[in-house]
């Protein structure tokens, strides 16, 4: 079974069409720019959604699913590999 068969790529896959990839795809550039230097996926995501806390607020739902689907994958295939994965099933 892929990566992308499992329930949380399910999810979202329906928020297609919803959100802005260029804008989600700075919040994932930052997350791995800040993960680069602290090495802690948890604080990244904090510090980065912090700094774009009204996109957060407004798709609250979509980044809980990113953030669990981040920090499920990522120790797995890599941050850039699952960023990418979210990415390609959002667009």
Same mark, same amino acid.
């Given at each position: 079974? $892929?990566?992308? =068969?499992?329930? !949380?790529?399910?999810?979202?896959?329906?928020?297609?069409?919803?959100?802005?990839?260029? !804008? &989600?795809? $700075?919040?994932?550039?930052?997350?791995?720019? =800040?993960?680069?230097?602290?090495?802690?996926?948890?604080?990244?995501?904090?510090?980065? #959604?912090?700094?774009?806390?009204?996109?957060?607020?407004?798709?609250?739902?979509? #980044? =809980? &699913?990113?953030?669990?689907?981040? !920090?499920? #994958?990522?120790?797995?295939?890599?941050?850039?590999?699952?960023?990418?994965?979210?990415?390609? $099933?959002?667009?």
């Amino acid at each position: 079974m $892929s990566i992308l =068969d499992e329930e !949380e790529f399910r999810k979202l896959r329906g928020f297609r069409g919803k959100v802005s990839s260029a !804008e &989600l795809n $700075s919040v994932l550039e930052e997350v791995e720019e =800040d993960f680069a230097k602290s090495g802690s996926l948890k604080s990244s995501l904090i510090f980065v #959604y912090a700094n774009h806390i009204e996109q957060v607020r407004r798709n609250k739902e979509l #980044y =809980d &699913l990113i953030s669990a689907i981040l !920090e499920k #994958y990522a120790p797995k295939i890599g941050l850039e590999n699952v960023a990418q994965l979210i990415l390609n $099933s959002l667009s």
